[in-house]
């Protein structure tokens, strides 16, 4: 998958999901956005939303949260007015992102929100794991011609195919999976990272994951599965609060997830039994046949005076067998590799 000039198939994408952790600052939302430039992110991701296009204003039993989650006791329009980014600093954030360097897109949670972005020529789009079953939403933002990456947190198998199917139909075959837990924090055990390979198979996308357990360790392991877009959302500091913050990242932890990530990419390599030269020098500390007791000439061969030892100079050690019990040629000295030519 291409985004504007960032090719997954040769490097891990790594998108810092600023969410809500600006805490309705402006200066907030910037200062993060140039620590996520520091830590080595290739992406900040936005939403795109207001309380009124995601939910609306209705404190009935439906409204409520209390699903057991850290925003249980407040509505989702209260939730919303606290958690969402105002628009008319998204395009301003942009810029700031792209002049340092950084991809900068957004998750569009109604058409308006894509129209939107579409003015602010925004280079992907996001679709979170809740909107997965809002097939007239990811037509149309589908229909833009630009990558689709899609978390399936909420989903099932038919709601992810039901999710492409929607891009297919829009001639949009650009299209990313990313495994998602939707519990906030995640418990490390729900994670369930064998999934990623499984989607990569099953629905042939490109695969990743947005994470949204504590720490680094998941989306390290994710890319030695496949993974190759991991999205992680960030927070100059956790103490700042808000919606999103036991569950983000602070610049330390995130830069040390990109330095992991990027070492996991170098170890991965290749699937390859070719031998470099270091390697090669490091065979002679292979164990090899060599006398370890002086033999004279027409003296029997036992496990008693020629073993296998390091280092790798004399016969393999497979033929110890058929050496065995033959006489020697020649005398041998004690710590000569055995050759063909000094045996019987």
Known sequence: MIIENFDTDKKVFIIAELSANHNQNFQTAVDSIKAIKECGADAVKLQTYTPDTITID???????????????????????????????????????????????FSSPFDKTAVDFLEKMNVPAYKIASFEITDIPLIEYAASKGKPMIISTGIANEDDIQEAIDACIRMNNNQIALLKCTSSYPAPIEDANLKTIPFIKEKFKTVVGLSDHTIGTVVPVAAVALGARIIEKHFILDRKMGGPDSSFSLEPSEFKKMVEDIRS???????????????????????????????????????????????????????????????????????????KWEFIE
Do not use: M
């Open 58 to 104: 209705c404190d009935n039993e439906y409204f409520q949260i209390k699903q057991g989650t850290i925003w249980d006791g407040t509505t989702l329009y209260q939730l919303y007015q606290k958690a969402y980014t105002p628009w008319e600093w998204q395009p301003d954030l942009k810029k700031l992102a792209e002049e340092l360097g950084l991809i900068c």
């Open 264 to 338: 996991a990419e170098k170890a991965l390599g290749k699937a390859t039994f070719e031998i470099k030269e270091k390697i090669k020098k490091s065979r002679n500390f292979a164990r090899s046949l060599f006398a370890v007791k002086d033999i004279k000439e027409g003296e029997l061969l036992t496990e008693e005076n020629i073993r296998s030892i390091r280092p790798s100079y004399g016969l393999h050690p497979k033929f110890l067998n058929q050496i065995v019990g033959r006489k020697a040629k020649t005398d041998i000295k004690k710590g000569t590799p055995l």
